[in-house]
């Protein structure tokens, strides 16, 4: 869309005749002959102005860099508001009609509506009063993400930590992490459902055994006689970690690294 002419009146952009036919690539005769057969669709002072007489001659003096012949030789002139070229477009109904009227919303008419100026004193102090309430809000907005940023640090880098490591750790270290006894946080696992113990050695149950949380690690000891004897220890993998530093918090249960 070729650029248009600016043109105001009545403290708001509008178009002339000429102007709209063009934006839509039709005539002036058929927006002038729509505008006829259609008059009931239309309302003076929403949809457009027709200006003559006195009220013509004070715009035409007022548009003093306009060498449009439709204005300048014009005994009497319409000009379409936003509301009134949206009317048109809807008439036509073609497709260019449709594309240049979303065109003529996101620049023609939309620059005068972001850069207006308040035009009385009122008319001021209400828009200062909004953007000071806009100002305000914004400031409890970002302070409100600012402390769940900070409330969720702690876990970031808690979990950052358990992502990092790569081996497999027993009941005893991840205990330490919350400041607990193997036994006391092994016992809580029981509680919480997660394992059992055969033969001192703690278990999942079998809703956990297949998801990869931990691994058997088997040792060999000999006794005072020298027979040598296997241990198998349960260890927990990263991934077990995590399920674990989940299940916890969600019963009230943090590593010391997260506690106020």
């Known amino acids: 869309m070729q650029e248009l002419q600016v043109i105001e009146y009545s403290n708001q952009r509008v178009l ?10 039709t005539s002036e005769t058929n927006i ?34 306009s060498n449009d012949p439709s204005i300048k030789f014009a005994s009497i002139l319409y000009l379409w508001t936003e509301k009134g070229a949206d009317r048109h477009c809807k008439i036509l109904d073609t497709d260019k009609a449709w594309e240049q009227f979303d065109n003529l919303e996101d620049t023609y008419f939309k620059v005068k509506e972001m850069f207006e100026l308040p035009r009385t004193l009122p008319d001021a102090l209400r828009k200062l009063a909004d953007e000071v309430e806009l100002n305000e809000q ?40 919350y400041g607990y006894s193997a ?40 006794d005072r006689r020298g027979v040598s ?17 989940n299940l916890l918090k969600e019963h009230g249960y943090l590593p010391l690294c997260e506690r106020g």
């Open 32 to 65: 002038k002959t729509n505008f006829n057969r259609n008059k009931e669709r239309f309302v003076a002072g929403k949809h457009y102005y027709v200006l003559k007489g006195d009220d013509l001659k004070e715009f035409k003096r007022m548009v003093t860099n």
């Open 138 to 177: 914004l400031k409890i907005e970002n302070k409100a993400k600012d402390e769940k940023i900070e409330e969720l640090q702690p876990k970031a880098e808690y979990c950052e930590v358990i992502l990092q490591t790569k081996d497999c750790l027993t009941a005893s270290q991840i205990a330490k992490d």
């Open 229 to 245: 004897h296997a241990f198998t220890t349960t260890k927990w993998t990263q991934k077990g970690r995590m399920f674990i530093y």
């Open 16 to 25: 002339t005749t000429q102007q709209l036919a063009e934006v839509y690539e």
């Open 183 to 222: 036994m006391f946080f092994n016992n809580l696992l029981h509680d919480l459902g997660v394992q059992y113990k055969v033969n001192k050695q703690w278990l999942l149950y079998s809703q956990y055994s297949d998801l990869g949380y931990t691994e058997s690690d088997t040792s060999y000891r000999e």
